[in-house]
């Protein structure tokens, strides 16, 4: 079995100032580690993903996460935050082989403020 | 390429009342899936296939039937709408299965059941 815990439901920061959201997983295996970002009424789009190639990943518009088997986290930052990346942030977390299917999250609300 | 759309967007039904979301892809994708959202949930997935033919349940199923007469469509149904699912609904699509596959999100569909 495989779950996921967002640790934040909502994290609020000011433009310019780091982005932390932070979560911790569960698999009998090792896992593939996935964020997801969506826009207010938009759907679901991939920031990136976690493939045991590399523990420090980078994604699109500067976001990277850093996957720590020890801790069982992959916390998503950003060192400067934008307007823009107001939105729900999900983390996701897929089984290894076979018929299985993604685990999201509850999602973490990020609020920028000017 | 379009790659997944949903239709409709937006629909409002009255209890009892039938409906069919209809989801297609144009990537080739053999994995087609379809989710339910609602507020501080997440994701949680309804349906799958894992080929043209095939279905099986996910995580919350009742009330929901699905079918995949082509590869590139998957269909969703409601028999007889109850308010409990007034939800956002969401197709999504994958090459494969399991490990580092992203799955690609459509727009969502917004349900209302009264």
């Known amino acids: 079995a495989q779950s996921v815990t967002q640790l934040d439901s909502h994290v609020s920061v000011s433009e310019g100032t780091p982005v932390l959201l932070r979560c911790n997983y569960s698999?009998?295996?090792?896992?593939?580690l996935f964020w997801y970002v969506q826009h207010p009424n938009k759907g679901l789009q991939l920031l990136l993903k976690?493939?045991?190639?590399?523990?420090l990943v980078k994604g699109i518009n500067g976001f990277e996460a850093e996957f720590k088997k020890s801790e069982t986290s992959f916390h998503l930052t950003k060192p400067s935050a934008h307007m823009s990346d107001a939105a729900e942030y999900f983390c996701v977390v897929s089984g290894v082989t076979g018929y299985s299917t993604l685990t999201f999250g509850k999602g973490t609300m990020l609020l920028v403020s000017p | 390429n379009a790659g997944v759309t949903q239709t409709p967007k937006f629909r409002v039904l009255k209890t009892g009342q039938s409906m069919t979301l209809l989801c297609a892809q144009d990537?080739?994708?053999?994995?087609m899936y379809w989710y339910r959202q609602d507020p501080g949930m997440g994701l949680r997935l309804i349906h799958y296939?894992?080929?043209?033919?095939?279905?099986a349940k996910g995580e919350v199923p009742d009330g929901y039937n699905v079918s995949r007469l082509k590869k590139q469509n998957f269909l969703l149904g409601l028999e007889s709408a109850a308010p409990s699912q007034t939800s956002v609904y969401f197709c999504?699509?994958?090459?494969?299965?399991?490990?580092?596959?992203?799955?690609?999100f459509g727009p969502g569909t917004r349900l209302t059941v009264l």
């Open positions: 990537m080739n994708h053999e994995y």
């Open positions: 296939s894992v080929g043209e033919g095939t279905t």
């Open positions: 698999s009998s295996y090792s896992p593939s």
């Open positions: 976690y493939t045991s190639a590399a523990t």
């Open positions: 999504a699509s994958s090459l494969t299965s399991g490990g580092p596959n992203e799955q690609f």
